[in-house]
T-cell receptor, first 113, second 113 residues
Framework: EAQVTQNPRYLITVTGKKLTVTCSQN?????MSWYRQDPGLGLRQIYY???????DKGDVPEGYKVSRKEKRNFPLILESPSPNQTSLYFC????????????FGSGTQLSVL | GESVGLHLPTLSVQEGDNSIINCAYS??????FIWYKQESGKGPQFIID???NMDKRQGQRVTVLLNKTVKHLSLQIAATQPGDSAVYFC????????????WGLGTSLAVNP
């Protein structure tokens, strides 16, 4: 089944403790992206990657890192999480930058205490 | 700045009725629009899209209308079913190499049996 898989589904952590949220897609998509979703603010793009070894900042990149060493994986790294990073995170992919249709993962609910 | 917005944050309809969800956009240069459905606990799921060279596009039980004169987008759902209960997001394409989507804040659709 074609899908975007995120792990973990839920995560509770404490301020300053490094964490990684994994994202993997099995559709051979070139483009991958991370979003955070907050009430009243909608979906905001954190980082995106147009291909392997190519990553760029989105609208809210501060406090986040990403890497794209392989086509299928696009992990989101929080080196020193803070409470304002408590949010619902979504990974998404699409075939290429010029194709519009994004496929989303099921989300990761992160709470930073 | 440029933004995508929604007229109604919530919409309640009777099962079997038609639903209309509206969306206003402000960037007259946007050339692509897309609707997503997000059910509780899940990631956004593609419903239908439309390019700016069209004013109407139909899918299965859904129709998207685009009025470029007044910068208005709507999603019509025919014979609304309980399974249609979700939050619906419109998004417009900002353009550029990223082809980034600018997201609206969402409309919650509640279907009453």
């Amino acid at each position: 089944e074609a899908q975007v898989t995120q792990n973990p589904r839920y995560l509770i952590t404490v301020t300053g403790k490094k964490l990684t949220v994994t994202c993997s897609q099995n559709m051979n998509h070139e483009y991958m992206s991370w979003y955070r979703q907050d009430p009243g603010l909608g979906l905001r793009q954190i980082y995106y990657s147009m291909n392997v070894e190519v990553t760029d900042k989105g609208d809210v990149p501060e406090g986040y890192k990403v890497s794209r060493k392989e086509k299928r994986n696009f992990p989101l790294i929080l080196e020193s999480p803070s409470p304002n990073q408590t949010s619902l995170y979504f990974c998404a992919s699409k075939t290429g930058a010029t194709n519009e249709k994004l496929f989303f993962g099921s989300g990761t609910q992160l709470s930073v205490l | 700045g440029e933004s995508v917005g929604l007229h109604l944050p919530t919409l309640s309809v009777q099962e079997g009725d038609n639903s209309i969800i509206n969306c206003a956009y402000s960037n007259s240069a946007s050339d692509y629009f897309i609707w997503y459905k997000q059910e509780s606990g899940k990631g956004p799921q593609f419903i239908i899209d439309i390019r700016s060279n069209m004013d109407k596009r139909q899918g299965q039980r859904v129709t998207v209308l685009l009025n470029k004169t007044v910068k208005h987008l709507s999603l019509q759902i025919a014979a609304t079913q309980p399974g249609d209960s979700a939050v619906y997001f419109c998004a417009e394409n900002q353009g550029g190499n990223n082809r980034k989507l600018i997201w609206g804040l969402g409309t919650s659709l509640a279907v009453n049996p």
